[in-house]
Antibody, heavy 121, light 107 residues
């Protein structure tokens, strides 16, 4: 049974780096044809795609966040990660990790439960 | 970025009603459109991709149609479990974007 679990600090100071990890069980991040990625949702607002990664390390990022986003994958731990640099209050959101549908990045077919990250001093 | 606009923003309906939500893209996206359902405090759930392909396990009362710039999500007979917020998402351009959401509430 596929499970995705986000982990990381729930509070990050402005100008610092937000770091989250998604641990996958019930599937392999190395499975051919599947991208993995991150989507966020500010409180009371809509969804925003952050980016997607393939096990080979290929990445696709939201153009509006590209300068601040780094995604990586660790196949030995069956995890993938998100770093968002120079955060501000507008980065406060629930962050979801997800497995995308086959052969397509950005369309999230299976989601983690989400983790709330607050940016505040 | 391609802008996605949903209408209405809020929809009031009764159990058994036929419900239609519209999503319009700022430029043609062919059929590269997905629909999600989200309930309060929960992660979204994929309902439909490629405009009209039903995700496995999704009830057949949900259907999607459209191509180019105009798309619709239809619920043929609204059930109590369907009261939620619905989002469309385009995956034509490299920067994937969502609509602002349509909340379906009890009339």
């Amino acid at each position: 049974q596929l499970q995705l679990q986000e982990s990381g600090p729930g509070l990050v100071k402005p100008s610092e780096t937000l770091s989250l990890t998604c641990t996958v069980s019930g599937d392999s991040v190395s499975r051919s044809g599947y991208y993995w990625g991150w989507i966020r949702q500010p409180p009371g607002k809509g969804l925003e795609w952050i980016g997607s990664i393939y096990y080979s390390g290929s990445t696709y990022y939201n153009a509006s966040l590209k300068s601040r986003v780094i995604m990586s994958v660790d196949t030995s731990k069956n995890q993938f990660s998100l770093k968002l640099t120079s955060v501000t209050a507008s980065d406060t959101a629930v962050y979801y990790c997800a497995r995308h549908i086959r052969d397509t990045f950005g369309v999230a077919g299976f989601w983690g439960q989400g983790t709330m990250v607050t940016v505040s001093s | 970025d391609i802008q996605m606009t949903q209408s209405p923003s809020t929809l009031s309906a009764s159990v058994g009603d036929r419900v239609t939500i519209t999503c319009r893209a700022s430029q043609s996206i062919s059929s590269w459109l997905a629909w999600y359902q989200q309930k309060p405090g929960k992660a979204p759930k994929l309902l439909i991709y490629k405009a009209s392909t039903l995700e496995s396990g999704v009830p057949s009362r949900f259907s999607g149609s459209g191509s180019g710039t105009d798309f619709t999500l239809t619920i043929s007979s609204l059930q109590p479990d369907d009261f939620a917020t619905y989002y469309c998402q385009q995956y034509s351009s490299f920067s994937r974007t969502f609509g602002q959401g349509t909340r379906v509430e009890i009339k």
